[in-house]
Nanobody, 121 residues
């Protein structure tokens, strides 16, 4: 069992950057594949990025490829999402998720409460 808590969201101008963190407590973080998802008002939750348990493999949604970077520090039980060149369409609540596979939302066992990211034009 693992608990996930996101932080680092906020208001930023278009073109700016933010770094989200997801702190995990409990056992097993270092053995779990992890992902970031987001949900904008009135839209379904969508996949953003994925990283394997070892950090050796990553995968991104086309909409964020080249702008966002997912990483993890297993010694600190923390997942990160570095977001650069932000666009107004990146505005959403961002969630970290654990013990799942790639973009398959339903495969994830653990979810954080979310952190709001707002990008102004």
């Amino acid at each position: 069992q693992v608990q996930l808590v996101e932080s680092g969201g906020g208001l930023v101008q278009a073109g700016g950057s933010l770094r989200l963190s997801c702190a995990a407590s409990g056992r097993g973080f270092s053995t779990y594949n992890m992902g970031w998802f987001r949900q904008a008002p009135g839209k379904e939750r969508e996949f953003v990025a994925f990283i394997k348990w070892s950090g050796g493999s990553t995968y991104y949604a086309d909409s964020v490829k080249g702008r966002f970077t997912i990483s993890r520090d297993n010694a600190k039980n923390t997942l990160y999402l570095q977001m650069n060149s932000l666009k107004p369409e990146d505005t959403a609540v961002y969630y970290c998720a654990g013990a799942g596979n790639y973009a398959n939302t339903g495969s994830y066992s653990y979810w954080g409460q979310g952190t709001q990211v707002t990008v102004s034009s």
